[in-house]
């Protein structure tokens, strides 16, 4: 896969149930929204109502927090179907889920577990993925994710491990650029060379939140707003990446829609800042890939 | 590798659902190599293996904790904070989380809670975890447009009697031994709460424009809702009605509830037939 095979959308916001009313009745000026692909693989009711209102503005990119892709366990084909009728429906311009696993033996631990880095784990990992793309009939994105533990049998540090699944499973990569900050400070390793050691190529989509300091680690918690150190990561990210869609994510003490859409609009600026003004605009991809981005998603 | 992965996850998964914290359930994995828990994770002078692995605990507990209080705040209301804690420690211990959604992380509180010794303090409290939950499931049940007055209007009053009305699928008849509705509707205005009435009742849930609503309704009427959903022709849900007027009209009393059930979206619309193939 590469890049281009993926429309550039801008600069975007995860959609939260606090906002669903404000971004049905005002149609907020950002240029695209995530869904918690989880949130919405319901029988029926308001949230549905909501994707399908909010979908015919702006383009809808669905991630997921279950698919548990470094379980041991087989891979959920319920879970999987649900996920592809999902996208059926609400058409999103790509689909997403984290180098993690949740759960193990048929439970869910609703969390996001780091993998040993390992050669056998980027094998087990890959396979899974690439049999989910068969059955989604498209390339996923995976995420890094921000972890509090390392094991001892890894062997590999865990930019090369991203690089190794993606590389393997052909996939592309959604890069977190707190998450990156978060799990650099709790095992201590330098964010900068995360950054410039994943293969441009994949990173399709950035991940922007805030999280929580404790003192001995971080916790990514989204509750706070973006750091400046972040920010930092992301500017050198856009250098090196170029035309990578960037999101926004707050799911604790969520503020007013603004505060979202504000933080959005710094992404913006610092991509403009670096690639020129008016790069950021939605559907103007990098200078590569200048063709028309997105045709199937155009805004209404 | 020195450890099967899922023999890892397996380790990690034991030790972030100890009920009691990740050192009390070290205690138990008495198959752990020499080298124990730092043996696999990583460890060091900032945090320990096992201070580690406790964040995630923390994380697994407080998450769901939390979204264990925003579907039952009422029952965690007439609780108290350190019950529902603790309650919600056993009940994770009982009935772990199996689904992708935390959607469904609570559908069997109500039953863990029927047998569980809080009852001792506040005997109706499975029902009004119960009351809480169908919010909760009808709030996310399947869509169908409901049956609207004017379409009712529309069916020849000849046609009536034959009618095989459907209830609407975002709907739950809860039969209660309690009267909870009355608990919900208190904690829901920040009131206090009293014990309520040890009396049967019969709560309908429903939605209505994406919106939940529920409702105590007599014996009369949850029998003849629930006479509808068996498929029952208009007739047999009438004379139920007629029968139970009590003196009252039989006609007046048809006609009131059914126009409730209309505006209230309880009815859905015929489901379409498909045309035969030729």
Redesign the interface.
Known sequence: MKRSDFPFLGFGVGLRRPHYGHVIENHPRVDWFEVIS??F?????????VLEAVRERYPIVMHGV?MSI???DPL?RN?LRDLKALARRCKPAWISDHLC?T?????????L?P??Y?R??VD?VAARIRRVQDLLERRILIENVSS???????TMTEWEFLTAVADEADCGILLDINNIFVSAFNH?FEAGKYIDAVPAERVVQYHLAGHSDHG??L?DTHDHPVRDEVWTLYERAVRRFGAVSALVEWDDHIPEFGVLAETAGRARSIYESVRGAGAGRYGVSSERDREPALQAHHRA | MAFPLKEIESLLYRLITAPNGVAEGLLAERNLSPGGLGAIVRGDARLSAAERVDIYANMYFYRLLEVLKEDFPATAAVLGADNFHNLVTGYLAEYPPTEPSVMYVGCHLAAYLRDHPLRNAAPYIADLARLERALVDVFHAPDAPALEAGQMRAISPEDWPALRLRTHPAHAILDLEWRVAAVLEAVEQGKESNEPAHETSWVLVWRRNSRVFYREIDAVESAALERLETGAAFRQVCDLIAAGAAGADPVIEINRRLERWLSDGILAQPARRRAPRK
């Open positions: 989880e949130n693989m319901v029988p029926g009711g308001r949230p549905l109502e279950s470094g379980s041991a959920d879970y696993w759960g193990v033996g048929g439970r869910n631990l609703h969390d577990l993998l040993p390992t056998e784990v087990h509090y533990l390392g094991f001892v049998s890894s201590g001995a680690y916790l």
